[in-house]
């Protein structure tokens, strides 16, 4: 699927133009389902004041680039709540990819596997590349083969939704971000910091 800015909001801020009124979420999308699904793994404080949703492929160089900034940003703001919506649309070794860091959750090691994927180099990997990463995390691959063939209905299920909400909501390629009411493509640290104050701001305003 062809790559899209929806909103250059890097470029929005070099600018100092204003971040975007309208919500992201509009009438006939679930929303709750974009931001709580059970199912759909989470990082940073459960209870942070502000949600971050990040639709992201492990073959998309973009979320690739964009990965260490998140998390970085993340972390170091300690309110911000990440739902990863794992969204493989690029290749079929990114549907192997998304199928094992959902399996490795019911260890609780989707961030290790996620972490793995997110930094192997270039794009068009594959298979096997995924799956070495994986093995040198360390996590029980015994057990994480298992839950795939156990879990294999769910986790389907899992990313048969995700793409549904991406397309609910317009989604043309990754990855994308919805940070409170505003939707961003890649970022870079200095973005995401900008990105969770505006949504903060435009939180304490409503």
């Known amino acids: 699927m062809q ?6 909001l890097a470029g929005m801020l070099v600018a100092g133009a204003t971040f975007p009124t309208s919500p992201v979420l509009s009438q006939g999308v679930d929303v709750d389902a974009i931001l709580r699904d059970p199912a759909a ?17 492990y073959n998309c160089p973009y979320c690739k680039k964009a990965a260490p900034d998140l998390e970085r940003a993340v972390k170091e703001d300690g309110g911000i ?7 493989p649309i690029l290749t079929e070794a990114s549907v192997y990819g ?21 930094a192997i180099p270039g794009r068009g990997v594959s298979k096997e590349q995924m799956a070495a990463a994986v093995r040198a995390t360390g996590i029980d691959i015994d057990r994480l083969n298992a839950d795939l063939n156990t879990h294999v209905g769910d986790i389907a299920a899992l990313l048969r939704r995700n793409l549904a909400q991406a397309e609910s909501i ?19 640290y200095a973005g995401f910091k900008e990105a969770f104050a505006e949504a903060r701001r435009r ?4």
């Not at 790559?3 to 250059?8: A, D, G, Q």
């Not at 709540?81 to 969204?87: E, N, Q």
């Not at 939180?203 to 409503?206: D, G, S, W």
Request: no cysteine.
């Open 81 to 87: 709540r990440l739902v990863y919506k794992d969204w």
């Open 3 to 8: 790559r899209r800015h929806f909103l250059t």
């Open 41 to 57: 793994p989470t990082s940073g404080n459960p209870n942070g004041d502000v949600t971050v949703v990040a639709f992201l492929d």
């Open 98 to 118: 998304a199928q094992m860091a959902l399996a490795a959750k019911y260890q609780d090691g989707y961030d290790k596997v996620h972490h793995a994927l997110m």
């Open 203 to 206: 939180q304490a305003a409503e």
């Open 170 to 188: 317009g989604l043309q390629g990754t990855p994308t971000y919805l940070i409170g009411p505003f939707r961003t493509s890649t970022l870079d």
